[in-house]
């Protein structure tokens, strides 16, 4: 069974950055519920506008989006993608560390 999920207000604040998995770079923002001060809404997007992986990179942070807006946190979802000796293996992974990391100083 599933949290019911929460939707965010129409005005909120986000904070982005810059994130990088093998030689790519990936801009990610993160929109906050500001009832909680909890990252509930994500963007990632590649360097190349329209191409596959730019889509891609859009799906997954809609599918993150939705599991936060139903209550998984940001480090359940870091903690279950795929990751190397070097930490996360793919734009997703760094994705969802740079929101952890944006978390703990909030």
């Known amino acids: 069974m599933t949290a019911p999920r929460r939707f965010l ?3 909120r604040p986000i904070a982005s950055g810059t994130v990088f998995a ?3 770079a ?9 009832a909680s001060g909890r990252v509930r809404e994500v963007f990632l997007s590649a360097e190349k506008h329209g191409s596959a992986l730019d889509v891609f990179a859009h799906d997954a942070a809609v599918v993150i989006s939705v599991a936060l ?3 998984v946190s940001a480090a359940q ?12 293996a793919t734009p997703i992974g760094a994705a969802l560390d740079w929101i ?5 100083r909030e």
């Open 100 to 104: 952890e990391r944006l978390e703990e």
């Open 77 to 88: 979802l870091a903690h279950s993608v795929a990751r190397t000796p070097a930490g996360p």
């Open 26 to 34: 990936f801009v990610v923002s993160a929109g906050f519920d500001p």
């Open 69 to 71: 807006q139903c209550g």
């Open 22 to 24: 093998g030689d790519a």
């Open 9 to 11: 207000p129409n005005r």
